[in-house]
């Protein structure tokens, strides 16, 4: 079974930067478009970034020009470089990858706090 596990997210200051990454364990499938989501207390979850496998990216409008998402094919690995935080950055930050033959698969979150 396809595990997605999360890392990265913690406490930071307005304007300051963190890398969550995203590793997907026990894959014998392809992985495909992998996205980060974030859920903002009261909020819906809203898609941040998304990637393709060949490279090609797309962003949500909220965060474009200070985040940027990448991928290591290789590690099944997305990263997700984060500049310029805000506090309405704030939020859980989850990771998604469409699997082969497994569809959508979910991480468990990373939160991310940005705050004096």
């Known amino acids: 079974q396809v595990q997605l596990v999360e890392s990265g997210g913690g406490l930071v200051q307005p304007g300051g930067s963190l890398r969550l990454s995203c590793a997907a364990s026990r894959s014998f499938f392809r992985i495909n478009d992998m996205d980060w989501y974030r859920q903002a207390p009261g909020k819906e979850r809203e898609l941040v970034a998304t990637?393709?496998?060949?490279?090609?990216?797309n962003y949500g409008d909220s965060v474009k020009g200070r985040f940027t998402i990448s991928r290591d094919n290789a590690k099944n690995t997305v990263y997700l470089e984060m500049n310029s935080l805000k506090p309405e950055d704030t939020a859980v930050y989850y990771c998604?990858?469409?699997?082969?033959?497994?569809?959508?698969?979910w991480g468990q979150g990373t939160l991310v706090t940005v705050s004096l």
């Open positions: 998604n990858a469409d699997v082969s033959y497994r569809g959508r698969v």
């Open positions: 990637i393709t496998r060949g490279g090609n990216t």
